[in-house]
């Protein structure tokens, strides 16, 4: 089945660096676009940054655009999140999204989320 697996965050500095990875399986990896979204307490999950599979046309929220960096790795079917500049703003869990075609129709899956805390 498919199964997305997030890790890399943590507690940082104001100004600091982190890199999440989510290493993907149960699916053809290279066939489909992933994103990056973040759920802060009390406000909606929203979009960070996406991909399609072979990364060439990559998007960012405005809010982290020059700061985040997306990228793919079809080798070891995994999406990373290099995040630079971090600002309390950021905090929140992330989760790596896949859109996976099924028999019903396009399906989201969803990890279980790592959390990212920007704090002096």
């Known amino acids: 089945q498919v199964q997305l697996v997030e890790s890399g965050g943590g507690l940082v500095q104001p100004g600091g660096s982190l890199r999440l990875s989510c290493v993907a399986s149960?699916?053809?990896?290279?066939?489909?676009?992933m994103r990056w979204y973040r759920q802060a307490p009390g406000k909606d999950r929203e979009s960070v940054a996406a991909t399609t599979s072979g990364g060439y046309s990559i998007s960012y929220a405005d809010s982290v655009k020059d700061r985040f960096t997306i990228s793919i790795d079809n080798a070891k079917n995994t999406v990373y999140l290099q995040m630079n500049s971090l600002k309390p703003e950021d905090t929140a869990v992330y989760y790596c999204n896949a859109r996976i075609a099924t028999m019903q129709g396009p399906r989201d899956y969803w990890g279980q989320g790592t959390q990212v805390t920007v704090s002096s």
């Open positions: 149960g699916f053809t990896f290279n066939m489909y676009g």
